[in-house]
Protein backbone atom coordinates (compact mmCIF):
# COMPACT_ATOMS: atom_id res chain seq x y z
CA UNK A 1 0.00 0.00 0.00
CA UNK A 2 1.75 3.31 -1.15
CA UNK A 3 0.82 6.38 -0.05
CA UNK A 4 1.20 8.21 -2.97
CA UNK A 5 -1.58 8.08 -5.25
CA UNK A 6 -1.34 6.78 -8.96
CA UNK A 7 -2.28 8.65 -11.90
CA UNK A 8 -4.53 6.47 -13.46
CA UNK A 9 -7.82 7.72 -14.93
CA UNK A 10 -9.30 6.91 -11.27
CA UNK A 11 -6.60 8.14 -9.32
CA UNK A 12 -6.23 5.59 -5.86
CA UNK A 13 -3.86 4.22 -3.57
CA UNK A 14 -5.34 0.57 -3.51
CA UNK A 15 -3.67 -0.63 -6.50
CA UNK A 16 -6.58 -0.43 -8.59
CA UNK A 17 -4.64 -1.54 -11.81
CA UNK A 18 -4.16 -5.00 -10.40
CA UNK A 19 -7.62 -5.97 -10.20
CA UNK A 20 -9.22 -5.42 -13.81
CA UNK A 21 -12.63 -6.14 -12.52
CA UNK A 22 -13.35 -3.88 -9.84
CA UNK A 23 -11.32 -1.46 -12.64
CA UNK A 24 -13.79 -1.79 -15.23
CA UNK A 25 -16.42 -1.44 -13.20
CA UNK A 26 -15.46 1.47 -11.68
CA UNK A 27 -14.65 2.79 -15.03
CA UNK A 28 -18.10 2.04 -16.02
CA UNK A 29 -19.22 4.01 -13.18
CA UNK A 30 -17.14 6.72 -13.81
CA UNK A 31 -19.67 8.75 -16.40
CA UNK A 32 -22.67 8.27 -14.62
CA UNK A 33 -21.00 9.87 -11.77
CA UNK A 34 -19.66 12.67 -14.01
CA UNK A 35 -23.25 12.75 -15.68
CA UNK A 36 -24.73 13.13 -12.43
CA UNK A 37 -22.42 15.89 -11.35
CA UNK A 38 -23.49 17.96 -14.30
CA UNK A 39 -26.79 17.49 -13.61
CA UNK A 40 -27.18 18.18 -10.16
CA UNK A 41 -24.08 19.86 -9.13
CA UNK A 42 -22.80 22.90 -8.80
CA UNK A 43 -25.06 25.15 -11.59
CA UNK A 44 -22.54 27.30 -12.99
CA UNK A 45 -18.65 27.82 -12.41
CA UNK A 46 -18.16 24.25 -14.04
CA UNK A 47 -15.94 26.16 -16.44
CA UNK A 48 -14.44 28.29 -14.16
CA UNK A 49 -10.62 27.97 -12.84
CA UNK A 50 -11.06 27.22 -8.88
CA UNK A 51 -8.45 27.24 -6.77
CA UNK A 52 -8.79 23.92 -5.09
CA UNK A 53 -6.78 21.53 -2.72
CA UNK A 54 -6.46 18.10 -4.05
CA UNK A 55 -5.41 15.14 -2.59
CA UNK A 56 -1.76 13.64 -3.77
CA UNK A 57 -0.86 11.28 -1.19
CA UNK A 58 -2.13 9.85 1.70
CA UNK A 59 0.91 10.86 4.09
CA UNK A 60 -1.13 13.14 7.25
CA UNK A 61 1.54 15.97 6.67
CA UNK A 62 1.03 16.98 3.10
CA UNK A 63 -1.35 15.36 1.08
CA UNK A 64 -2.84 18.44 -0.04
CA UNK A 65 -1.93 20.42 -2.71
CA UNK A 66 -3.20 23.38 -4.32
CA UNK A 67 -3.68 24.52 -7.68
CA UNK A 68 -6.50 26.52 -9.78
CA UNK A 69 -8.67 23.44 -11.51
CA UNK A 70 -12.19 23.07 -13.07
CA UNK A 71 -14.23 21.05 -11.14
CA UNK A 72 -15.02 18.62 -13.65
CA UNK A 73 -10.80 17.78 -13.69
CA UNK A 74 -11.37 17.56 -10.00
CA UNK A 75 -9.12 14.28 -9.31
CA UNK A 76 -12.16 12.51 -7.46
CA UNK A 77 -10.44 9.30 -6.78
CA UNK A 78 -10.13 6.22 -3.80
CA UNK A 79 -7.94 6.92 -0.96
CA UNK A 80 -7.54 4.88 2.13
CA UNK A 81 -4.87 5.47 5.14
CA UNK A 82 -2.39 2.98 5.09
CA UNK A 83 -2.92 -0.25 6.86
CA UNK A 84 -1.67 -1.19 10.17
CA UNK A 85 0.11 -4.55 10.54
CA UNK A 86 -1.46 -6.87 13.34
CA UNK A 87 -4.94 -4.55 13.49
CA UNK A 88 -7.22 -6.07 16.10
CA UNK A 89 -11.25 -5.18 16.28
CA UNK A 90 -11.64 -2.30 19.30
CA UNK A 91 -15.08 -2.95 20.48
CA UNK A 92 -18.06 -5.38 20.31
CA UNK A 93 -18.56 -9.44 20.85
CA UNK A 94 -15.48 -10.04 18.40
CA UNK A 95 -13.34 -7.54 20.76
CA UNK A 96 -9.44 -8.41 20.47
CA UNK A 97 -9.77 -10.21 17.04
CA UNK A 98 -7.72 -9.46 13.83
CA UNK A 99 -9.72 -7.37 11.24
CA UNK A 100 -11.95 -8.24 8.62
CA UNK A 101 -10.40 -7.39 5.13
CA UNK A 102 -13.16 -9.56 3.88
CA UNK A 103 -17.30 -8.63 4.46
CA UNK A 104 -18.43 -11.56 7.22
CA UNK A 105 -20.90 -13.24 6.13
CA UNK A 106 -23.20 -12.76 8.49
CA UNK A 107 -23.60 -9.21 8.80
CA UNK A 108 -23.26 -8.09 5.01
CA UNK A 109 -26.81 -6.98 4.91
CA UNK A 110 -25.77 -4.88 8.05
CA UNK A 111 -22.87 -3.18 6.89
CA UNK A 112 -24.02 -2.90 3.36
CA UNK A 113 -27.05 -0.25 5.04
CA UNK A 114 -24.37 1.19 7.03
CA UNK A 115 -22.71 2.22 3.66
CA UNK A 116 -25.31 3.02 1.15
CA UNK A 117 -26.59 5.59 4.67
CA UNK A 118 -23.32 6.78 4.54
CA UNK A 119 -23.00 7.32 0.71
CA UNK A 120 -26.20 8.67 0.63
CA UNK A 121 -25.28 11.29 2.05
CA UNK A 122 -22.45 12.70 0.03
CA UNK A 123 -24.22 13.43 -3.08
CA UNK A 124 -27.57 14.62 -1.41
CA UNK A 125 -25.12 18.18 0.10
CA UNK A 126 -23.79 18.98 -3.18
CA UNK A 127 -27.62 18.74 -4.53
CA UNK A 128 -28.59 20.70 -1.33
CA UNK A 129 -26.20 23.43 -2.11
CA UNK A 130 -26.00 23.59 -6.04
CA UNK A 131 -28.01 26.80 -6.33
CA UNK A 132 -25.36 29.13 -3.85
CA UNK A 133 -22.31 29.63 -6.55
CA UNK A 134 -24.94 32.75 -7.72
CA UNK A 135 -24.81 34.40 -4.43
CA UNK A 136 -21.85 33.86 -2.94
CA UNK A 137 -20.95 36.55 -0.96
CA UNK A 138 -17.48 36.90 -1.94
CA UNK A 139 -14.85 34.79 -3.87
CA UNK A 140 -12.85 33.33 -0.82
CA UNK A 141 -16.40 31.92 0.14
CA UNK A 142 -17.51 31.08 -3.66
CA UNK A 143 -14.28 28.53 -3.47
CA UNK A 144 -15.31 27.19 -0.01
CA UNK A 145 -18.26 26.34 -1.17
CA UNK A 146 -16.88 24.66 -4.64
CA UNK A 147 -14.04 22.42 -1.97
CA UNK A 148 -16.62 21.01 -0.13
CA UNK A 149 -18.87 20.34 -2.84
CA UNK A 150 -15.77 18.55 -4.84
CA UNK A 151 -15.16 16.57 -1.76
CA UNK A 152 -18.48 15.53 -0.81
CA UNK A 153 -18.43 14.14 -4.41
CA UNK A 154 -15.10 12.26 -3.05
CA UNK A 155 -16.71 10.98 -0.47
CA UNK A 156 -19.24 9.45 -2.40
CA UNK A 157 -16.70 7.66 -4.24
CA UNK A 158 -15.14 6.59 -1.16
CA UNK A 159 -18.49 4.57 -0.34
CA UNK A 160 -18.90 3.19 -3.71
CA UNK A 161 -15.39 1.96 -3.79
CA UNK A 162 -16.46 -0.18 -1.15
CA UNK A 163 -19.83 -1.62 -2.54
CA UNK A 164 -17.91 -2.08 -6.14
CA UNK A 165 -15.20 -3.95 -4.53
CA UNK A 166 -17.15 -6.06 -1.45
CA UNK A 167 -20.54 -6.41 -2.73
CA UNK A 168 -20.60 -7.55 -5.93
CA UNK A 169 -24.14 -6.96 -7.77
CA UNK A 170 -25.57 -5.83 -5.32
CA UNK A 171 -23.26 -3.47 -4.26
CA UNK A 172 -23.19 -2.32 -8.03
CA UNK A 173 -26.50 -1.68 -7.84
CA UNK A 174 -26.65 0.24 -4.50
CA UNK A 175 -24.07 2.59 -5.97
CA UNK A 176 -26.55 3.25 -9.01
CA UNK A 177 -29.32 4.03 -6.82
CA UNK A 178 -26.91 6.77 -4.76
CA UNK A 179 -27.04 8.26 -8.41
CA UNK A 180 -30.47 8.44 -8.92
CA UNK A 181 -31.88 9.51 -5.31
CA UNK A 182 -32.74 13.27 -5.00
CA UNK A 183 -32.18 15.66 -2.32
CA UNK A 184 -35.65 17.22 -1.24
CA UNK A 185 -37.25 14.67 -4.23
CA UNK A 186 -41.00 13.14 -3.52
CA UNK A 187 -40.72 9.99 -5.28
CA UNK A 188 -36.56 8.94 -4.53
CA UNK A 189 -35.50 10.99 -1.80
CA UNK A 190 -32.65 10.78 -0.20
CA UNK A 191 -32.43 8.67 3.15
CA UNK A 192 -32.12 11.03 5.92
CA UNK A 193 -34.35 14.01 7.12
CA UNK A 194 -31.85 16.56 7.12
CA UNK A 195 -30.61 15.77 3.47
CA UNK A 196 -33.86 16.35 2.00
CA UNK A 197 -33.81 19.96 3.71
CA UNK A 198 -33.11 22.99 1.06
CA UNK A 199 -30.16 24.93 1.46
CA UNK A 200 -32.11 28.23 0.36
CA UNK A 201 -29.40 30.42 1.06
CA UNK A 202 -25.76 30.77 2.47
CA UNK A 203 -27.13 31.49 6.45
CA UNK A 204 -27.97 27.42 5.75
CA UNK A 205 -24.88 26.55 4.69
CA UNK A 206 -23.24 27.75 7.55
CA UNK A 207 -25.09 25.93 10.05
CA UNK A 208 -25.18 23.05 7.33
CA UNK A 209 -21.85 23.06 7.59
CA UNK A 210 -21.39 23.73 11.09
CA UNK A 211 -23.96 21.17 12.46
CA UNK A 212 -24.62 18.40 9.52
CA UNK A 213 -21.13 18.24 8.23
CA UNK A 214 -20.16 18.11 12.70
CA UNK A 215 -22.42 14.82 12.31
CA UNK A 216 -20.52 13.29 9.79
CA UNK A 217 -17.37 14.07 11.54
CA UNK A 218 -18.94 11.72 14.33
CA UNK A 219 -20.61 9.41 12.34
CA UNK A 220 -17.51 9.21 10.89
CA UNK A 221 -15.14 8.53 13.58
CA UNK A 222 -17.39 5.76 14.52
CA UNK A 223 -16.92 4.25 11.56
CA UNK A 224 -13.42 4.53 11.51
CA UNK A 225 -13.23 1.80 14.67
CA UNK A 226 -14.82 -0.23 12.47
CA UNK A 227 -13.87 -3.91 12.51
CA UNK A 228 -14.41 -4.29 8.51
CA UNK A 229 -10.99 -2.36 8.00
CA UNK A 230 -11.26 -1.02 4.24
CA UNK A 231 -14.18 0.82 5.57
CA UNK A 232 -12.30 2.07 8.96
CA UNK A 233 -9.01 3.25 6.62
CA UNK A 234 -11.32 4.82 4.04
CA UNK A 235 -13.36 7.07 6.82
CA UNK A 236 -10.02 7.65 8.36
CA UNK A 237 -9.14 9.59 5.07
CA UNK A 238 -12.57 11.02 4.78
CA UNK A 239 -12.08 12.54 8.86
CA UNK A 240 -8.96 15.19 7.22
CA UNK A 241 -11.40 16.69 4.47
CA UNK A 242 -13.86 16.76 6.51
CA UNK A 243 -12.09 19.14 8.93
CA UNK A 244 -12.21 21.62 6.64
CA UNK A 245 -16.10 21.57 6.20
CA UNK A 246 -16.71 22.36 9.49
CA UNK A 247 -14.44 24.82 9.32
CA UNK A 248 -16.19 26.77 6.70
CA UNK A 249 -19.51 26.22 8.77
CA UNK A 250 -18.02 27.79 12.58
CA UNK A 251 -15.68 30.43 10.83
CA UNK A 252 -18.43 31.21 8.84
CA UNK A 253 -21.47 31.76 11.49
CA UNK A 254 -18.39 33.88 13.67
CA UNK A 255 -18.01 36.18 10.44
CA UNK A 256 -21.62 36.43 10.55
CA UNK A 257 -21.24 36.82 14.60
CA UNK A 258 -18.68 39.60 13.86
CA UNK A 259 -19.96 41.66 11.65
CA UNK A 260 -23.37 41.95 13.52
CA UNK A 261 -21.66 42.82 16.63
CA UNK A 262 -20.22 45.47 14.78
CA UNK A 263 -23.03 46.61 12.82
CA UNK A 264 -24.62 46.78 16.62
CA UNK A 265 -22.18 49.62 17.75
CA UNK A 266 -23.58 52.15 15.76
CA UNK A 267 -27.02 50.84 17.08
CA UNK A 268 -27.21 48.35 19.90
CA UNK A 269 -31.17 47.69 18.92
CA UNK A 270 -31.51 44.53 16.66
CA UNK A 271 -33.95 46.47 14.31
CA UNK A 272 -31.09 48.56 13.24
CA UNK A 273 -28.91 45.84 12.88
CA UNK A 274 -31.27 45.06 9.96
CA UNK A 275 -31.61 48.24 8.90
CA UNK A 276 -27.94 48.05 8.08
CA UNK A 277 -28.12 44.96 6.30
CA UNK A 278 -27.17 43.45 8.74
CA UNK A 279 -28.33 39.94 10.57
CA UNK A 280 -29.93 40.40 14.28
CA UNK A 281 -28.34 38.07 16.89
CA UNK A 282 -31.90 36.08 17.47
CA UNK A 283 -32.63 35.34 13.74
CA UNK A 284 -29.03 34.05 13.92
CA UNK A 285 -30.25 31.85 16.99
CA UNK A 286 -33.06 30.59 15.14
CA UNK A 287 -30.93 29.33 12.02
CA UNK A 288 -28.92 27.54 15.58
CA UNK A 289 -31.94 26.46 16.40
CA UNK A 290 -33.06 24.65 13.06
CA UNK A 291 -30.15 23.38 12.55
CA UNK A 292 -29.05 21.90 15.23
CA UNK A 293 -32.17 20.19 15.80
CA UNK A 294 -32.14 18.99 12.01
CA UNK A 295 -28.24 17.48 12.68
CA UNK A 296 -29.56 16.15 16.04
CA UNK A 297 -31.90 13.54 13.93
CA UNK A 298 -28.92 12.29 12.17
CA UNK A 299 -27.69 10.11 15.34
CA UNK A 300 -30.82 7.74 15.24
CA UNK A 301 -33.12 6.83 18.03
CA UNK A 302 -32.18 7.68 21.53
CA UNK A 303 -33.20 3.94 22.16
CA UNK A 304 -31.83 1.46 18.87
CA UNK A 305 -31.50 -1.93 18.90
CA UNK A 306 -29.72 -1.28 15.17
CA UNK A 307 -27.27 0.76 17.38
CA UNK A 308 -26.57 -1.85 19.56
CA UNK A 309 -26.35 -4.45 16.65
CA UNK A 310 -23.83 -2.00 14.67
CA UNK A 311 -21.85 -2.34 17.91
CA UNK A 312 -22.07 -6.12 19.26
CA UNK A 313 -21.11 -6.83 15.40
CA UNK A 314 -18.00 -4.50 15.61
CA UNK A 315 -18.70 -2.62 13.08
CA UNK A 316 -19.28 0.72 14.62
CA UNK A 317 -18.09 2.11 17.62
CA UNK A 318 -17.99 5.00 19.57
CA UNK A 319 -16.02 8.31 19.02
CA UNK A 320 -12.51 7.57 20.24
CA UNK A 321 -13.08 3.95 21.53
CA UNK A 322 -9.51 3.98 23.05
CA UNK A 323 -10.35 6.04 25.82
CA UNK A 324 -12.85 3.53 27.03
CA UNK A 325 -12.03 1.05 29.35
CA UNK A 326 -14.79 -1.84 28.72
CA UNK A 327 -15.37 -2.28 24.85
CA UNK A 328 -17.52 -4.52 24.90
CA UNK A 329 -20.35 -2.47 26.97
CA UNK A 330 -22.38 -5.31 27.87
CA UNK A 331 -22.75 -4.01 31.38
CA UNK A 332 -23.33 -0.26 31.59
CA UNK A 333 -26.46 1.40 31.00
CA UNK A 334 -27.13 4.91 30.08
CA UNK A 335 -29.08 7.17 32.07
CA UNK A 336 -31.70 9.58 29.92
CA UNK A 337 -35.48 10.93 30.36
CA UNK A 338 -38.03 8.89 28.33
CA UNK A 339 -41.71 9.60 27.63
CA UNK A 340 -44.01 7.12 29.71
CA UNK A 341 -47.45 8.46 29.70
CA UNK A 342 -47.39 11.48 28.34
CA UNK A 343 -44.56 12.61 31.13
CA UNK A 344 -40.46 12.68 30.99
CA UNK A 345 -39.22 10.33 33.33
CA UNK A 346 -35.68 9.07 33.64
CA UNK A 347 -34.76 5.83 32.92
CA UNK A 348 -31.74 3.22 32.79
CA UNK A 349 -31.39 2.03 29.33
CA UNK A 350 -29.02 -0.75 28.42
CA UNK A 351 -25.55 1.12 27.08
CA UNK A 352 -25.76 -0.86 23.91
CA UNK A 353 -29.09 0.20 23.35
CA UNK A 354 -27.90 3.80 24.16
CA UNK A 355 -24.98 4.10 21.35
CA UNK A 356 -27.03 6.62 19.14
CA UNK A 357 -26.85 9.02 22.26
CA UNK A 358 -23.64 8.36 23.59
CA UNK A 359 -22.03 9.55 20.25
CA UNK A 360 -25.01 12.63 20.58
CA UNK A 361 -23.28 13.21 23.16
CA UNK A 362 -19.71 13.88 21.98
CA UNK A 363 -22.14 15.80 18.96
CA UNK A 364 -23.43 18.25 21.78
CA UNK A 365 -20.53 18.99 23.47
CA UNK A 366 -18.17 19.83 20.08
CA UNK A 367 -21.20 22.14 19.77
CA UNK A 368 -21.33 23.70 22.57
CA UNK A 369 -17.82 24.23 22.44
CA UNK A 370 -18.62 26.38 19.17
CA UNK A 371 -21.23 28.39 20.72
CA UNK A 372 -19.24 29.69 23.42
CA UNK A 373 -16.55 30.51 20.92
CA UNK A 374 -19.54 32.58 19.08
CA UNK A 375 -20.56 34.18 22.59
CA UNK A 376 -16.28 35.19 23.15
CA UNK A 377 -16.93 36.98 19.62
CA UNK A 378 -19.62 39.10 20.81
CA UNK A 379 -18.26 39.59 24.35
CA UNK A 380 -15.17 41.28 23.36
CA UNK A 381 -16.96 43.45 20.87
CA UNK A 382 -19.17 44.52 24.05
CA UNK A 383 -22.21 43.14 22.88
CA UNK A 384 -25.18 43.05 25.79
CA UNK A 385 -24.93 40.43 27.84
CA UNK A 386 -28.42 40.06 27.19
CA UNK A 387 -26.98 38.95 23.16
CA UNK A 388 -25.44 35.47 23.03
CA UNK A 389 -26.47 32.35 21.62
CA UNK A 390 -27.18 29.06 23.52
CA UNK A 391 -28.18 25.55 21.98
CA UNK A 392 -31.58 24.38 21.90
CA UNK A 393 -32.51 21.94 24.46
CA UNK A 394 -31.82 18.30 22.55
CA UNK A 395 -35.77 17.64 22.61
CA UNK A 396 -36.53 20.46 20.78
CA UNK A 397 -37.67 20.09 17.70
CA UNK A 398 -36.99 16.49 16.98
CA UNK A 399 -38.56 14.39 14.26
CA UNK A 400 -36.11 10.89 15.24
CA UNK A 401 -36.11 8.57 18.23
CA UNK A 402 -38.20 9.07 21.70
CA UNK A 403 -39.22 12.79 21.28
CA UNK A 404 -40.60 12.91 17.90
CA UNK A 405 -44.63 12.93 17.92
CA UNK A 406 -44.28 15.16 20.93
CA UNK A 407 -43.78 18.85 20.97
CA UNK A 408 -40.69 20.96 23.26
CA UNK A 409 -40.27 24.39 23.88
CA UNK A 410 -36.56 25.70 23.34
CA UNK A 411 -35.74 24.83 27.61
CA UNK A 412 -37.01 21.20 26.50
CA UNK A 413 -40.23 21.74 28.48
CA UNK A 414 -43.47 19.26 27.40
CA UNK A 415 -46.11 21.72 25.34
CA UNK A 416 -49.13 21.08 23.43
CA UNK A 417 -48.68 20.85 19.52
CA UNK A 418 -50.92 23.97 19.42
CA UNK A 419 -48.63 25.73 21.89
CA UNK A 420 -45.58 25.17 19.30
CA UNK A 421 -47.35 25.46 16.55
CA UNK A 422 -48.32 29.37 18.18
CA UNK A 423 -44.74 29.72 19.09
CA UNK A 424 -42.69 27.97 16.82
CA UNK A 425 -41.41 31.53 14.71
CA UNK A 426 -39.96 32.51 18.13
CA UNK A 427 -37.62 29.66 18.02
CA UNK A 428 -37.34 28.75 14.15
CA UNK A 429 -36.88 31.11 11.22
CA UNK A 430 -40.43 32.93 10.19
CA UNK A 431 -41.37 33.19 6.20
CA UNK A 432 -40.44 36.67 7.03
CA UNK A 433 -37.18 35.99 8.36
CA UNK A 434 -36.17 34.24 5.45
CA UNK A 435 -37.65 36.42 3.01
CA UNK A 436 -35.28 38.75 5.13
CA UNK A 437 -32.12 36.61 4.80
CA UNK A 438 -32.78 35.93 0.93
CA UNK A 439 -33.08 40.17 0.42
CA UNK A 440 -29.10 39.81 1.15
CA UNK A 441 -27.89 36.98 -0.92
CA UNK A 442 -26.68 39.70 -3.54
CA UNK A 443 -23.33 38.08 -5.30
CA UNK A 444 -19.81 39.73 -4.51
CA UNK A 445 -17.79 38.38 -7.49
CA UNK A 446 -15.17 40.91 -7.16
CA UNK A 447 -11.68 39.96 -5.25
CA UNK A 448 -11.18 41.34 -2.38
CA UNK A 449 -14.92 42.99 -1.88
CA UNK A 450 -17.29 41.14 0.56
CA UNK A 451 -21.03 41.24 0.99
CA UNK A 452 -22.20 43.38 4.23
CA UNK A 453 -23.57 41.10 6.47
CA UNK A 454 -20.76 39.41 6.78
CA UNK A 455 -16.91 40.10 7.76
CA UNK A 456 -13.98 39.28 5.83
CA UNK A 457 -11.90 35.98 7.25
CA UNK A 458 -9.06 36.45 9.33
CA UNK A 459 -6.94 34.76 6.99
CA UNK A 460 -6.95 33.40 3.54
CA UNK A 461 -6.23 29.77 2.29
CA UNK A 462 -2.89 28.07 1.87
CA UNK A 463 -1.37 31.14 2.88
CA UNK A 464 -3.22 33.40 0.30
CA UNK A 465 -4.90 37.02 1.16
CA UNK A 466 -8.27 37.66 1.04
CA UNK A 467 -8.07 39.02 -2.01
CA UNK A 468 -6.57 36.74 -3.91
CA UNK A 469 -8.71 35.35 -6.93
CA UNK A 470 -9.88 32.41 -5.48
CA UNK A 471 -12.30 31.55 -8.81
CA UNK A 472 -10.71 33.34 -11.85
CA UNK A 473 -13.23 35.16 -13.71
CA UNK A 474 -16.52 34.58 -11.80
N1 LIG B 1 -33.79 10.43 8.91
O1 LIG B 1 -32.61 2.66 15.27
P1 LIG B 1 -32.82 4.01 14.68
C1 LIG B 1 -22.31 13.10 6.66
C2 LIG B 1 -34.33 5.58 10.47
S1 LIG B 1 -23.53 12.87 7.83
C3 LIG B 1 -34.50 9.43 8.36
O2 LIG B 1 -33.43 5.06 15.52
P2 LIG B 1 -30.17 3.87 13.77
C4 LIG B 1 -22.37 14.34 5.88
C5 LIG B 1 -33.35 4.42 10.50
O3 LIG B 1 -32.68 4.29 9.25
C6 LIG B 1 -23.25 11.25 8.49
N2 LIG B 1 -34.54 8.18 8.87
O4 LIG B 1 -31.49 4.62 14.10
C7 LIG B 1 -22.71 15.54 6.44
C8 LIG B 1 -34.28 3.26 10.80
O5 LIG B 1 -34.96 2.89 9.61
P3 LIG B 1 -35.67 1.44 9.46
C9 LIG B 1 -23.91 10.14 7.70
C10 LIG B 1 -33.82 7.94 10.00
O6 LIG B 1 -30.37 2.96 12.64
C11 LIG B 1 -22.78 16.68 5.66
C12 LIG B 1 -35.29 3.88 11.73
O7 LIG B 1 -35.25 5.29 11.49
N3 LIG B 1 -23.50 8.85 8.18
O8 LIG B 1 -21.48 12.28 6.52
O9 LIG B 1 -29.54 3.36 15.01
C13 LIG B 1 -22.50 16.62 4.30
C14 LIG B 1 -34.97 3.60 13.18
O10 LIG B 1 -33.61 3.89 13.35
C15 LIG B 1 -33.05 8.94 10.61
C16 LIG B 1 -24.30 7.99 8.83
O11 LIG B 1 -25.44 8.26 9.07
C17 LIG B 1 -33.05 10.24 10.02
N4 LIG B 1 -32.37 11.25 10.56
O12 LIG B 1 -29.28 5.15 13.35
C18 LIG B 1 -22.18 15.40 3.73
C19 LIG B 1 -23.66 6.71 9.28
N5 LIG B 1 -32.47 8.40 11.71
O13 LIG B 1 -34.68 0.41 9.97
C20 LIG B 1 -22.08 14.27 4.51
C21 LIG B 1 -24.42 5.49 8.89
C22 LIG B 1 -32.87 7.12 11.78
O14 LIG B 1 -36.89 1.50 10.29
N6 LIG B 1 -25.76 5.45 9.44
N7 LIG B 1 -33.66 6.85 10.74
O15 LIG B 1 -35.94 1.35 7.97
C23 LIG B 1 -26.04 5.00 10.68
O16 LIG B 1 -25.17 4.62 11.41
C24 LIG B 1 -27.49 4.92 11.11
O17 LIG B 1 -28.24 4.52 10.03
C25 LIG B 1 -28.08 6.23 11.66
C26 LIG B 1 -29.47 5.87 12.24
C27 LIG B 1 -27.16 6.84 12.70
C28 LIG B 1 -28.35 7.26 10.58
Not at 252 to 262: C, L, Q
Not at 349 to 354: D, E, G, K, V
Not at 413 to 426: D, L, P, T, V, Y
Not at 434 to 442: D, F, G, P, R, W
Amino acid sequence: MTAVLSNDKIPNNVDLSSDKRLQRALEQWLPNYLDWWKQVGPEGYQEKDVYLRTAISVDTDGWAHFDYVKMPDYRWGIFLTPAEADKKIGFGDSYGQPVWNEVPGEFRNMLRRIIVTQGDTEPASVEQQRLLGATAPSLYDMRNLFQVNVEEGRHLWAMVYLLHSYFGKDGREEAEGLLERRSGDSDKPRILGAFNQPIKNWVDFYFFTMFTDRDGKYQLYALSESGFDPLARTTKFMLTEEAHHMFVGETGIDRMVARTAELMKNGPDQQSVRKQGGIDIPTLQKYLNLWFSLSEDLFGGEISSNAADFFAAGLKGRYKEDKYEDHKALEGQYRMSVIEEGKLVEKDIPLRTAMNEVLRDNYVEDCQRAVDKWNRTLERAGADASLRFRLPNRRFHRHQGIYAGHSFDIDGNMISAEEFEKKKHQWLPSPSDIAYIESLMVPVHEPGKIAGWIAPPTRGINGQPFEFEYVRGA
